[in-house]
């Protein structure tokens, strides 16, 4: 029905049955095939990071923030501290060293980040919230090193769920800069990376559109439609022309991607 999310459990195929949220951990691994490095954020970006190393790129060398190089987390991270990634990484590095030496120095090719808000620059929230006259805003954790992955990275891809709440006219706060304003928007600022490259959420893929920056929905999620996603969206969205439809997840990453959720559940205190 047009303007409904799609159900929480897809219809049967041959890989078995498979969730919304499935579908876009899965397709944003997928993003990652081509990938040497990568500087993971936590949650669906962690999923997605480690999920490639176990299907689509197993030689991709995961980074996160507080200093671990090479990360080979048997579970999923709790967060950046999370002992898992010391124990698994081929190094850990200072802080310092690492945001000046890797990535500011331009080695490091993909950033992977979340987002509270999102607008049609892929430009990101992750600080605060507003509720309108008389409520208190959401104090959201922050920026952390996101502004600094998302201007010096090679691109960056962007994963969550598609909700009005999220997807919106124009942000409450900007954390970090995706295409800015518009063409020519990172240039003027400085920031040296190609910015955001493509946005996976549970209905589908969008991408910047080249000549305008703005996100246009390039591909859907098998069962979603237009009506879905545009629904789903605070601005008018553009879209393709025919957007295509990614692939049913097969078997192996449903596996792979069940097992690492079920091991970090096995491994929560």
């Known amino acids: 029905m047009s303007g409904s999310a799609p159900s929480t459990t897809a219809a049967a195929t041959p890989a078995g049955e498979w969730t919304s949220d499935e579908l876009m951990e899965i397709n944003a691994a997928r ?33 996160y923030e507080a200093g671990a190089i090479g990360a080979k987390p048997t579970r ?22 690492l945001f000046a030496y890797w990535l500011q120095a331009g080695r490091i090719d993909v950033g992977f980040l979340g987002a509270a808000q999102l607008d049609r620059y892929a430009n990101i929230n992750t600080t605060l919230v507003g509720r309108g006259p008389g409520r208190p805003d959401i104090r959201l954790p922050g920026a952390g090193g996101a502004p600094e992955i998302a201007a010096h990275c090679g691109e960056v891809l962007i994963v969550l769920r598609q909700r009005p709440r999220g ?20 240039q003027r600022l400085g920031l040296p990376g190609k910015g955001p490259t493509a946005v996976i959420t549970d209905l589908g893929i969008l991408r910047p559109d080249p000549d305008t920056a703005e996100l246009v ?53």
């Open 76 to 97: 999923l991270p709790l967060s950046i501290g999370d002992g898992e990634l010391a124990d698994t990484a081929d190094a850990v590095v200072p802080v310092p060293e």
């Open 167 to 186: 997807f919106v006219r124009e942000l409450d706060t900007v954390t970090s800069v995706g295409h800015g304003t518009g063409p020519g928007s990172r």
């Open 31 to 63: 993003a990652l095939a081509g990938a040497r490095t990568c500087f993971v954020g936590i949650g669906l970006p962690s999923t997605a990071a480690n999920l490639a190393r176990a299907t689509t790129n197993p030689g991709l060398v995961l980074i």
């Open 217 to 269: 929905l390039t591909e859907l999620h098998p069962g979603v439609t237009v009506e879905q996603v545009r629904d789903a969206t605070g601005w008018d969205l553009r879209t393709a022309d025919v957007p295509g439809v990614t692939a049913e997840p097969t078997t192996e990453e449903l596996t792979a991607l069940r097992s690492l959720k079920a091991a970090g559940k096995a491994g929560t205190p």
